[in-house]
């Protein structure tokens, strides 16, 4: 079973990922894959421009033996059986993409994308097994073993619960 573990950038996917591996799983991270599928640089948006179809194959064309983790903010583009979605209260977000010295612009983009539920509308356009976390006071181990549990206990999808729009409402204009 192929399982994305995605969201905004800094919601701890790397951190979770490197946690699941010392667990004994799977993990691809898309990161590393992507030099594989490059195909330009986005200059205005400072981001590296992959060509999703041809990475998307290269996923469907692993034999996976058990769990397979796909982690990386793209993950929920590609064809996996479920999606989990690592959420953080944009307030935090913003705070660790500052303490990885991350331009203003790019902070508040990604800031902005959380707050607006932007991965979990394109993983339900995709996906039918979802899954979110609110990372926001939570170390990656604890996130790790939720993600376990989940694993093991397949429950249904259970999604819509993180809601950001109190923030929205008293950051308009801000963002």
Known sequence: MKIAITGTPGTGKTSVAKELKKDGY???????????FEIGYDYARKSKIVDEEKMDEYIKSIDENGILFIEGHI??????DAVIILRCNPEELKKRLMKKNWEEKKIME???AEALDIILEKAIKKHDKIWEIDTTDKDAKTIAKKIEKLINDMPPSS????DWSKWLVENAGQI
């Open 110 to 112: 990604n800031v902005e």
């Open 26 to 36: 799977n993990v691809i991270e898309t990161a590393e894959i992507c030099k594989n």
């Open 75 to 80: 993950s929920h583009l590609l064809s996996v």
């Open 159 to 162: 999604y819509g619960n993180v």
